[in-house]
Nanobody
Framework: QVQLVESGGGLVQAGGSLRLSCLVS????????LGWFRQPPGKEREFVAA????????DYVDSVKGRFIISRDNAKNTVYLQMNSLNPEDTGVYYC??????????????????WGQGTQVTVSS
């Protein structure tokens, strides 16, 4: 069983920064990809960023490229999302998830087997 716990959300003014953390517990060898998704108010969950657990590489949705950085600390079983230059369109509940299938489907929420409870990010204008 894999468990994920997000933290670091909050209220921030436009232009500010936040760093989200996702602590992952369970069978580390079963991880393939760690991803961050978000759900804006009244909208579907959408892909934000992903990183392989044990190989190089990252992927970002176009709207966050150059502003967000995903990273991981394998020794701490933690994945981070550094969010800079935040704007009100970044508001939503942010979830981290584990994809045990394939990097190719890293942007598909249906391919993620485990999710955290989510952390709220609110950006005021």
């Amino acid at each position: 069983q894999v468990q994920l716990v997000e933290s670091g959300g909050g209220l921030v003014q436009a232009g500010g920064s936040l760093r989200l953390s996702c602590l992952v517990s369970g069978r580390a060898q079963s991880y393939l990809t760690l991803g961050w998704f978000r759900q804006p108010p009244g909208k579907e969950r959408e892909f934000v960023a992903a990183i392989p657990w044990s190989s190089p590489g990252t992927d970002y949705v176009d709207s966050v490229k150059g502003r967000f950085i995903i990273s991981r600390d394998n020794a701490k079983n933690t994945v981070y999302l550094q969010m800079n230059s935040l704007n009100p369109e970044d508001t939503g509940v942010y979830y981290c998830g584990v994809n045990r299938r394939t990097w190719l489907n890293r942007r598909l929420s249906d391919d993620y087997s485990y999710w955290g409870q989510g952390t709220q990010v609110t950006v005021s204008s």
